[in-house]
């Protein structure tokens, strides 16, 4: 895996449905190194922090491969890195084989997945269309938060390196499902395991323990 773009927003101000609302997910790319603290990239930051950011979600991060899908579906003809409003664009990030817990290191961070990324209105918001929030839950494309275990810097062209994998090999596109699909049987597998990832967000851990009992 490769990082092929760093992307970095302070909350801005947008109009929708005649309000005015405060958002950060218009990321756009930055060159040179990006210095990373616990919270959040240098540069970057979060409108409402109830649902968006903290420790367990400093920095989300997205598939370049999936890519040539939404230009597909969506009938366009580019899209520019950080449109889905993550920090980190990476070549062949693979949610069925990335599993929560996982730890990386980039530049001189280190980082571990700590859950998928659920979209709310303001992904419709960036792309100017209300409907994308469901088509992208169910394109099973919701790239990973991460939390930064190690402060550190990256830049565009770092490498992505597996340092460590996550406790019980919970891949993040099976907890995904399990988390869409809570009746069935192999949902209450994957949440028992999950529930053993130490890295897992607390938010996570809360409604997956809830679900369970």
Same mark, same amino acid.
């Given at each position: 895996?490769?990082?092929?773009?760093?992307?970095? &927003?302070?909350?801005?101000?947008? *109009?929708?449905?005649?309000?005015? #609302?405060?958002?950060?997910?218009?990321?756009?790319?930055?060159?040179?190194?990006?210095?990373?603290?616990? &919270?959040?990239?240098?540069?970057?930051?979060?409108?409402?922090?109830?649902?968006?950011?903290?420790?367990?979600?400093?920095?989300?991060?997205?598939?370049?491969?999936? +890519?040539?899908?939404?230009?597909?579906?969506?009938?366009?003809?580019?899209?520019?890195?950080?449109?889905?409003?993550?920090?980190?664009? #990476?070549?062949?990030?693979?949610?069925?084989?990335? $599993?929560?817990?996982d730890h990386w290191q980039i530049g001189t961070a280190i980082?571990?997945?700590?859950?998928?990324?659920?979209? $709310?209105h303001k992904l419709g918001i960036r792309f100017n269309d209300? !409907?994308?929030?469901?088509?992208? &839950?169910?394109?099973?494309?919701?790239?990973?938060?991460?939390?930064?275990?190690?402060?550190? #810097?990256?830049?565009?062209?770092? *490498?992505?390196?597996?340092?460590?994998?996550?406790?019980?090999?919970?891949?993040?596109?099976?907890?995904?499902?399990? +988390?869409?699909?809570?009746?069935?049987?192999?949902?209450?597998?994957? +949440?028992?395991?999950?529930?053993?990832?130490?890295?897992?967000? !607390?938010?996570?851990?809360?409604?997956?323990?809830?679900?369970?009992?």
């Amino acid at each position: 895996m490769k990082v092929v773009s760093v992307n970095v &927003s302070l909350p801005i101000e947008v *109009e929708f449905r005649g309000e005015l #609302i405060s958002t950060g997910i218009f990321k756009k790319p930055v060159a040179g190194g990006v210095i990373v603290n616990k &919270s959040h990239l240098s540069g970057d930051g979060q409108a409402d922090l109830t649902v968006h950011g903290g420790e367990d979600k400093a920095v989300y991060a997205y598939s370049l491969d999936h +890519y040539e899908y939404w230009q597909r579906v969506l009938r366009r003809d580019t899209l520019p890195p950080g449109q889905f409003g993550e920090n980190l664009t #990476i070549a062949r990030l693979d949610e069925a084989t990335s $599993c929560i817990g996982d730890h990386w290191q980039i530049g001189t961070a280190i980082f571990a997945i700590t859950q998928p990324r659920m979209p $709310c209105h303001k992904l419709g918001i960036r792309f100017n269309d209300m !409907n994308m929030p469901k088509l992208f &839950s169910r394109a099973r494309r919701n790239g990973v938060y991460l939390k930064v275990l190690r402060e550190g #810097i990256v830049a565009t062209g770092d *490498e992505v390196k597996l340092l460590q994998r996550g406790v019980d090999a919970v891949y993040v596109q099976e907890i995904l499902q399990a +988390y869409m699909s809570p009746k069935l049987a192999a949902s209450k597998q994957a +949440y028992r395991r999950v529930l053993r990832v130490s890295e897992l967000s !607390n938010e996570w851990r809360a409604k997956i323990a809830a679900r369970l009992g």
